[in-house]
């Protein structure tokens, strides 16, 4: 939440952090990095909040090798703090315009104050990866001496490579006598094989956030750390990984960051598949086109039709829905799902339900057909529609005008069967977008009315305007059919 917190435009109010550190907490992480005490006073109020909530997670402040930050970090009753010596020339030099020795001297000395005042002290070594090794190995023991509980490595730009990160980690954990944890980032996405690679070669602790959320291009993934953990090394993390994939969901709305649909295990099209050969696979085993079971994070597979689906797998769709079609119907499915794979879109079930109600009514051959359709409508003109209608082989033109281009639509079409049909009153209008976005699939529900008898008729499209005339249109058809 300290580091996850650093992506740009991300900035979590203390309502928002007490939501994720309650999520994280259920879902039995170690430590909870809850921000940075020095930052400012509604950190601080964020950060006491989280470490007064009750929580089993060890709750830790970010803090520079500056006593005040110590100070500000025991004002939020923190349980530990994550201290952030440089150790990189570079970053000692141009960052904080000090010297090795200085950096060294300050980081213990700063370290005994902690320990001093009760806290747990993780003494980190920022920029690491391009330090002296023998400079971070001296700053890290004298940090023992002083009272450092933990040691963490951070690769604070991302330039670990596996092979370097065992060299590493072996030779510290040698030669070291406190745990080390390992802090990745994810600049050459390297983040999750780096934080593995650590604790295969003998780190104790790994710094993750929720949907490799940070600076940049990020840290490692807790998602990712755990199942690579859990999936392929067969090793028990303790985390309850069936909620990892609600944590990741609750962390994406509260920060506003979306998780791209091919991220790793959480990502939206991690667990669907086109309809298709891959679906064929999986209806004969799971296993042809899953690495794992969705259900162990926390997700379900989704099966969706696109522009790859076959006249078969629509068939067979239709079945497990409890649908019969003809050829004739068939074909209008699997035209409709065509159109609306070729506009980018992936049809799920209830997508495909709709499409195929839709047409298994209109193929009852209607009495009332639509011919053509035309509608004016902006801020400036009365939303008018004009519609040809064929009206028992008799072509009727009508114009109607309304509050909206719905409504002026809905009224030309009663004026153009009101010879067929009199008095018929649309009672109820229900719209759904059933799957997200501006070019989602359309659903309209109505309910119409004529005598005192009443039908539901529904249309589905992606065309809010056409959706509604082929509901209307439906709910006509079976009005006079019944009639
Ligand atoms: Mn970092």
């Not at 933990?150 to 604070?156: A, K, N, S």
Request: proline share 2%.
């Amino acid at each position: 939440m300290r580091d996850g917190e650093q992506t740009p435009g991300v900035a979590l109010t203390l309502e928002k952090k007490l939501l994720i550190a309650r999520a994280l907490d259920e879902m039995r992480v170690s430590v909870i990095e809850a921000g940075s005490a020095i930052t400012s006073s509604g950190e601080r109020e964020s950060i006491k909040a989280v470490a007064n909530a009750g929580l089993d997670a060890e709750i830790c402040s970010y803090c520079r090798i500056v006593k005040t930050d110590v100070d500000r970090a025991l004002d939020c009753d923190v349980d530990s703090i994550h201290l952030v010596a440089p150790v990189s020339d570079l970053h000692i030099r141009t960052k904080i315009k000090k010297d090795r020795d200085t950096v060294r001297y300050i980081a213990a000395e700063v370290t005994e104050y902690a320990k001093d005042h009760g806290l747990i002290v993780e003494l980190s070594g920022e920029d690491a990866t391009r330090a002296d090794p023998d400079f971070l190995k001296a700053i890290y023991s004298d940090g023992i001496d002083a009272g450092a509980d933990r040691l963490c490595f951070c690769d604070t730009v991302g330039l670990l490579v596996p092979e370097k990160t065992t060299e590493i980690f072996r030779d510290l954990t040698s030669s070291l006598k406190a745990p080390i944890s390992i802090h990745c980032h994810n600049d050459f996405g390297l983040a999750t094989a780096n934080t593995v690679t650590a604790l295969a070669a003998g780190a104790k602790q790994a710094h993750v956030t929720i949907n490799g959320l940070g600076e940049r291009a990020g840290n490692a993934s807790l998602e990712e750390v755990v199942m690579c953990l859990e999936w392929l090394y067969k090793y028990d993390t303790g985390i309850r990984h069936e909620q990892i994939y609600r944590t990741s969901r609750l962390v994406s709305r509260l920060t506003g960051i979306p998780v791209s649909s091919n991220k790793a295990l959480v990502g939206g099209n991690v667990f669907t598949h086109e309809a298709g050969i891959h679906v064929h696979g999986l209806l004969a085993d799971k296993e042809t086109y899953e690495p794992m079971s969705p259900e162990y994070i926390g997700r379900l597979r989704q099966i969706v039709l696109g522009k790859h689906a076959g006249r078969s797998s629509i068939t067979l769709a239709l079945k497990e829905m409890g649908l019969e079609a003809d050829e004739a119907q068939t074909e209008e499915i699997f035209n409709r799902v065509k159109q609306m794979g070729d506009q980018g879109k992936h049809i799920t079930d209830s997508d495909l339900q709709t499409i195929a109600l839709t047409v298994l009514a209109i193929h009852k051959e209607p009495l009332v057909k639509l011919e053509e359709f035309t509608i004016v409508s902006g801020n400036r003109v009365t939303p008018t529609a004009s519609i040809k209608l064929n009206v028992k082989d008799k072509e009727i033109v009508q114009a109607g005008i309304g509050n909206g281009p719905v409504d002026a639509v809905i009224n030309a079409i009663r004026g153009a069967v009101s010879s067929c049909a009199e008095d018929v009153v649309l009672e109820e209008y229900h719209v759904d977008a059933v799957t997200g976005g501006t070019d989602a699939l359309v659903e309209v529900r109505v309910k119409l009315s004529k005598d005192g008898k009443s039908i539901t008729a529904s249309g589905a499209r992606t065309d809010i305007i056409m959706a509604s005339v082929e509901a209307v249109m439906n709910g006509l058809n079976r009005l006079i059919w019944e009639e």
